[in-house]
T-cell receptor, first 114, second 113 residues
């Protein structure tokens, strides 16, 4: 999917479980982002990372965690502390200092609590 | 920080009509304004963008205009077609190493045949 791959496409989580969403890119982009999308809410930033081994909280980081051990990978963990995790999750990447060249998005993961 | 307001939230037009979506931004330092189209269940895709040194940009049936003084920018779609039906997001960025894109809340465009 345009150099950035999210998996799985659909994910079901039981109450109290932690789940991890995968995001991998082969675009050689240094910056990566996680967004949550709810109907009528637009794109809300969860976490972002400008370089390896560094990441920053976005607007709605509570209940989520990330790691950035490799340039290509930026996995998102939805923890049991996230009380309403059902949503569509989008990963994106860009070159650092070149957010003004736009983001490339993955195809998304739809997470549902069962 | 930057705040981007987008209007309208929903827009319905007849096939062949024009559609206009407007966004305003708060940070006068913003210098890059992309527009994304998201079809149902799919990822957002960049359709057009404009930088602050340009007032207007066109790409076939799509155009974007920027008014830096008023801090607003608009997406214009002419001769709309059913396949234009989607959610459109505007965004703004100040660029630089920390210049993340700030998105509007989206406009759901419906083009009726």
């Amino acid at each position: 999917d345009g150099g950035i791959t999210q998996s799985p496409k659909y994910l079901f989580r039981k109450e109290g479980q932690n789940v991890t969403l995968s995001c991998e890119q082969n675009l050689n982009h240094d910056a990566m982002y996680w967004y949550r999308q709810d109907p009528g809410q637009g794109l809300r930033l969860i976490y972002y990372s400008q370089i390896v081994n560094d990441f920053q909280k976005g607007d709605i980081a509570e209940g989520y965690s990330v790691s950035r051990e490799k340039k290509e990978s930026f996995p998102l963990t939805v923890t049991s502390a996230q009380k309403n995790p059902t949503a569509f999750y989008l990963c994106a990447s860009s070159r650092p200092g070149q957010a003004n060249y736009g983001y490339t998005f993955g195809s998304g993961t739809r997470l549902t609590v069962v | 920080g930057e705040n981007v307001e987008q209007h309208p939230s929903t827009l319905s037009v007849q096939e062949g009509d024009s559609a206009v979506i407007k966004c305003t931004y708060s940070d006068s330092a913003s210098n890059y304004f992309p527009w994304y189209k998201q079809e149902l269940g799919k990822r957002p895709q960049l359709i057009i963008d404009i930088r602050s040194n340009v007032g207007e940009k066109k790409d076939q049936r799509i155009a974007v205009t920027l008014n830096k003084t008023a801090k607003h920018f608009s997406l214009h779609i002419t001769e709309t077609q059913p396949e234009d039906s989607a959610v459109y997001f505007c965004a703004a960025s100040t660029g630089g190493s920390q210049g993340n894109l700030i998105f509007g809340k989206g406009t759901k465009l419906s083009v009726k045949p």
